[in-house]
């Protein structure tokens, strides 16, 4: 009864039936249930639905067909932890003096960074709510107090607290260490099991299931059942397993009767690293062309979200917090300003647009590219730089910053066309000084050149 | 007089008839002209016909629905230099001592190297089967003799006899100075009008017209009537008037005659550099992915080579030099191997495949890559380590070589399954230390552990 209490409190409801055919009256009064499952340097086309044809993914290409298919979806930053903070809080982690977080990849216990206690977490907002709520797999927020997914609203956790490449590789359970070091090839099935696990147990109250996976972040590994069955090798097999998790989820859903009352979203936190394809994209992860930042976006909610849809509107993981809150009953949120919009209207179809956003892509605390409507900017030379180290000379004499890509025509952004629209770079560069003047004082000094 | 006696010379022919009715007549006998336009650093996807958006090219998109598009044409270099010597040869330039030139973008008069002398060239080939032969654009196989393009089978040259990036920035006609420093603005717009001036000069006898443009290699020029013209900026500008000047030669031929007597092929010599579109394809200029070596073919002869085919048969520029020989009437040529393969078959629909050729793919002396039907292997870690220097031990932990990837459904070269068909890998490895024992004692040593 806790959680019919909690759902049923947040809705003033006064029906409070635990028989089954009351559940759907009870359901349809009560707020969505929401899934967020996250891959790990999962690349823009390794999907089938984006394109990929090495690696088959019935599962996710179906959740595509019967939802929405974003086509110009952002994680914010090409590297994990800033892209979870963002993600989480509907922030940029470049307010949080975490965007240069967890570099290195062996931990130590000294090692006490992670999401402020601040901050608030879709998953605090939720449980606010009445929701039940977990993250299953990968945090990489802070290993320690007051940084855990159970200091951040999550009242289950389970998984790998960072990235699979980490030492010490420990799997923990709440605040428990539970295998160390971790059997990764089974990791995607537990983590399956896990997320049916608490699907089940909350069937009767909305929840929110936050699933990111470890994969296909390396070292790469898949079950028995998966590998050598891909025709793309081992960073294949372990896509298909993922496809197959989500495939498990739906069915969960769909076998509990909960289908049409949960959104259901899939994204990855940046783009591929050394495997893994970013399509038509520039660049990889760690980089702020789109092929480290776009990844592929699906918003599943049937009935509420029109099947078959296909939109190339940009959005960016900083919109879920605010659309999510839309979108279970309440636009309000954390007690700190957003940078993130709602899409909850445009994710319903009541409007054709996504809100309009400009979105700030850095690397470490210095502000790179940003992306406006068909614009993206280059306003450093950075990423140029990190491509051709050792021709940096030319490439200042060559491509001078700012660069502007039409994303409308050249999503390759290999075509600079500044010089042709000088207006547009102007009132990009207003709007990113004007964003950018919001930032702590360690961010306005680094990027001192784009406030002038 | 003197070229008919030349080509006719050639054919053993005995009508020696200056009339315009016989010319038609006389032509159905002599071997065709030979017109070969190369762009410079143009990418795999910048020509409409290869998926470009912002880019409009109807001169060239039109000449591939006349005749064959080839989607896996390869350079065998990803740098200008040993490009231009295995397009000109029909062999690798690792065999010739000058992998490595020219790297400088300042040259001295003490810089002697280019095409060895005992080289046979595409144009020395033709003008001993009497054809008229000129080369119009940039040389770049040495600026001094014997290395010029009139000691290497061309009776006329006029161009920059390097990059146009290069100093001292000159124009020259023959082996004259005229002009210094070059007015880019307006060097396609003279390139065309000397190539269309040459071809009416030769119209009454078999031609080779091999015009490598020096754009779009940096620096960017478009004349007056290109400039902001193009959604694609100054790259865009420059693409359009490039195809504007295919366009012109094509009219040219239309216009005396010359249209179904003439093979006119187009490609370019690597990958685009920073501005340009590697389509889906991994890499730029200066990596052997095949986003560095990989670019757009097209082979028009109305009425020998089908209109509208498109094929995804791989071929390079190394088979160009056999397969023109065999084209115009013998198999024959230099008196050195050859690393091409005569395509004439399959470019005239006689066969529906390619030869099969092994093509390497060297960064320097080192090999770094191959292709071999559908397979593409690499063999050093060259590539990534210049991809992301700073990781370098963490790639060697990641990807070990060799890598294979199977680019019948992998094009960007994202997904290793070496460990999938260790025949497959076996086979190749094979296939690379046979062919590279052939190569000189260099390069060999360079390669020691490919040739185990």
């Not at 009256?25 to 891959?39: C, K, T, W």
């Not at 299953?136 to 999550?154: E, S």
């Not at 790998?160 to 971790?182: A, F, G, H, T, W």
């Amino acid at each position: 009864m806790r959680r019919h209490s909690r759902w049923s409190a947040w809705l003033f409801c006064p029906l409070l039936l635990c028989a089954a055919p009351a559940r759907t009256a009870a359901q349809a009064q009560r707020p969505p249930n929401v899934v967020f499952i996250y891959a790990d340097d999962l690349g823009y086309g390794d999907l089938g639905a984006y394109g990929a044809r090495a690696i088959k993914t019935p599962n996710l290409d179906r959740m595509a067909a019967d939802g929405l298919r974003l086509t110009s979806f952002y994680s914010v930053s090409p590297v994990c932890t800033p892209s979870r903070a963002a993600l989480l809080t509907g922030r940029y982690a470049a307010r949080m003096g975490i965007a240069n977080m967890h570099l290195s990849n062996v931990l130590t216990f000294q090692d006490t960074t992670g999401l402020p206690t601040d901050e608030t977490t879709i998953a605090t907002a939720l449980k606010a709510r009445g929701y039940a709520t977990a993250c299953i797999g990968k945090w990489h927020l802070g290993h320690l107090a007051p940084h855990r997914p159970i200091d951040h609203g999550f009242e289950y956790y389970y998984g790998i607290p960072y990235s699979n490449d980490m030492q010490p590789s420990m799997l923990k359970r709440m605040d428990e260490v539970i295998e160390q070091p971790v059997q990764q090839e089974t990791l995607t099935q537990r983590y399956t099991a896990e997320a049916i696990g608490f699907i089940e147990r909350n069937r009767n109250t909305p929840f929110f299931l936050y699933l990111p996976h470890n994969m296909p972040h390396i070292p790469l590994f898949a079950s028995e059942r998966f590998k050598n069955r891909s025709a793309g090798g081992i960073y294949g097999d372990v896509v298909e397993e993922l496809d197959w998790s989500v495939g498990q989820v739906l069915a969960t859903l769909e076998r509990l009767g909960l289908d049409d009352h949960t959104i259901v979203c899939f994204a990855s936190d940046n783009g591929p690293w050394y495997e893994g394809s970013p399509g038509q994209l520039r660049g990889r992860k760690g980089w702020t062309y789109d092929g480290g930042v776009r990844v592929p976006g699906i918003v599943r909610w049937p009935g509420r979200v029109r099947a078959g849809r296909v939109s190339d509107e940009p959005l960016a993981t900083i919109d879920v917090f605010p659309t999510l809150m839309a979108l279970t009953g309440d636009p309000g949120g954390g007690a700190l300003p957003l940078d993130g919009r709602s899409a909850a209207d445009f994710l319903l179809g009541k409007v054709s647009s996504s809100p309009e956003n400009l979105y700030l892509f850095f690397d470490k605390e210095f502000l790179q590219t940003a992306r406006f409507g068909r614009w993206k900017i280059h306003v450093a030379r950075w990423n140029v730089q990190r491509y051709q180290a050792g021709a940096a000379n030319q490439i200042n004499q060559t491509l001078k910053a700012p660069e502007l890509y039409d994303m409308s025509l050249d999503v390759g952004e290999n075509y600079n066309v500044a010089a042709n629209h000088p207006d547009a770079v102007r009132d990009l560069q207003r709007r990113i000084a004007e964003k950018l003047g919001s930032f702590p004082e360690e961010i306005r000094k680094a990027n001192a050149d784009l406030l002038k």
